[in-house]
Structure formats: structure tokens, C-alpha cells
């Protein structure tokens, strides 16, 4: 599946293999605002079994929960007092996930509500806050690992930020909304990162593997998410364990 977003504030979602798409064109916030205000800045799907996505609009603070089925907005909510700029959702056992970012502020996470379907009306609760980079973020994700979950976040220089917190659910979101969690991993590079992405390989092997890029190389680490620094102390640096340059291809990196 991949998720369209349009300068007109409209989403739609498609089938990758199939070429079709999965739903009609939903409004989103071509409902809610108009001109250049409604233009969609970020969309991050939740795992299939929901059956929606996200979507935050570059001059709207709230982000909206939209239907693929259906087109419809089943939530809307604000992350901040500015528009969100990157997103990414994730799943883990019963539990959905939802990172935001907005500049000059903490990156936030959020629990969603578990059912396959949530209603309308079914806001996601905040449950930490993540330490932002000091320069806007270019990129997150997020990953699921043994009963874990791990986000991801770069900002255009030579290191990518991973966090990690037990993904049991809430057990009392009104401590955490003011705690703010820093790094467990720094991952490092000689060479600037605009984007990265979790992947799947060394998964058996109990790893987590990232895959990174920017203008001048790609880059991949592997770590043991358990191995991380102590909770709010130095994050444990981790080094590549494989690096392409584009000197080396002739060219520059796209993605």
C-alpha cells in the first residue's frame, strides 16, 4: 500500500501490486480548510488491520485520521501549536503507535485506541515525549522489537537519533506528557543523513537493522535494540557496518 497526499488537502490510498486504488479520494482538509493552507505535509498508514492513515497539512496544526475504506475522517487532533511535519505509525501486539513531529519541539508519541476499527471520536492519548533534534527533523520511523518499540529520527546531519520504550500501553499518560525521553542509540556516519528506514534483515537474529541515506551515501547499521545506553544518560553510539558513496556509483543518491 502507498498513501497520496495532494496540495489540494485530499489523501487517497493504493494498492501497490494491484495499481488500484483501496478507497475513494478522501476530503481530509480539503473538508477543513482551503487555498494553500490545506496542502498535505505528511501521511503515515497504520498497519493494515485498522484500515487508515494519517495526514497532517503544512499550515493546519491538527492531524487527521482518515478512513481507506471509506474516505471518511474518523479523528482529528492537535500534536502541537504548530503543523506537524513528519509522521509515522507502527503496530505491536494490541497496541498502535503514532510518532509527530513539529519544529522546535519534543517529538511525540501515542497510543491508539486498539481496536481494528477505531470510531469516531477515538483520540489518541500522548504517551512520551521524545528528545527533537536541534536542527527540524527530515525523517521518522517507527519499528516494533520484542515487545518494544523503537523510533527513529533524522535531521539532515552525520548521526540518526533511535529511542526505545516498553510498548505495554498506557499506565498513566499524565506522568509522561511532561517527561521527555532521549536517545538509547546515536547512530553515526561520516556522512550526512536526510532519511532512514527500519528494515526486516537480521530480524531473526534478534538485531535491528536501519538503512539510511542522504545526498552523498547510504548507510546501514545493525544493533541489539537490548544494548541500549542507560535511560536518560548517554545514548550508546553506534557505527555502520556498511556504507555506499556516491563517489563510488558515479552519482548522486536519490533514495
Request: aromatic share 6%; hydrophobic share 45%.
Amino acid at each position: 500500500r502507498f498513501a497520496l497526499g495532494c496540495a489540494s488537502g485530499r489523501v487517497q490510498v493504493w494498492d501497490s501490486r494491484s495499481g488500484e486504488p483501496l478507497g475513494p479520494v478522501a476530503a481530509a482538509f480539503a473538508a477543513v480548510t482551503r487555498g494553500a493552507d490545506c496542502a498535505v505535509a505528511a501521511l503515515a498508514l497504520a498497519r493494515p488491520r485498522r484500515g487508515s492513515v494519517f495526514a497532517a497539512a503544512y499550515a493546519a496544526p491538527e492531524i487527521l485520521e482518515v478512513g481507506i475504506d471509506d474516505g471518511a475522517t474518523r479523528a482529528s487532533f492537535k500534536a502541537g501549536k504548530v503543523p506537524a511535519v513528519q509522521l509515522a505509525a507502527a503496530g505491536c501486539g494490541a497496541s498502535d503507535w503514532l510518532l509527530s513531529t513539529c519544529p522546535g519541539s519534543a517529538l511525540k508519541v501515542w497510543h491508539l485506541s486498539g481496536q481494528a476499527a477505531a470510531g469516531p471520536g477515538s483520540l489518541p492519548v500522548q504517551q512520551v515525549k521524545l528528545s527533537g533534534p536541534a536542527n527540524a527533523s527530515t525523517c521518522v520511523d517507527l519499528q516494533c522489537k520484542s515487545g518494544g518499540m523503537l523510533a527513529l529520527c533524522c535531521d539532515g546531519t552525520t548521526q540518526a537519533d533511535i529511542f526505545s520504550w516498553p510498548a505495554s500501553g498506557v499506565s498513566d499518560a499524565s506522568s509522561n506528557k511532561k517527561a521527555v525521553l532521549t536517545a538509547a542509540f546515536v547512530l553515526s556516519s561520516h556522512e550526512p543523513i536526510d532519511s532512514a528506514r527500519f528494515a526486516d534483515a537480521k530480524a531473526a537474529e534478534g538485531h535491528a537493522c536501519v538503512v539510511g541515506w542522504g545526498p552523498s551515501a547510504a548507510v546501514c547499521w545493525s544493533f541489539k535494540s537490548s544494548r541500549a545506553g542507560k535511560a536518560n544518560g548517554e545514548p550508546r553510539t553506534i557505527a555502520a557496518s556498511f556504507v555506499v558513496l556516491a563517489a563510488d556509483m558515479g552519482a548522486r543518491m536519490l533514495s
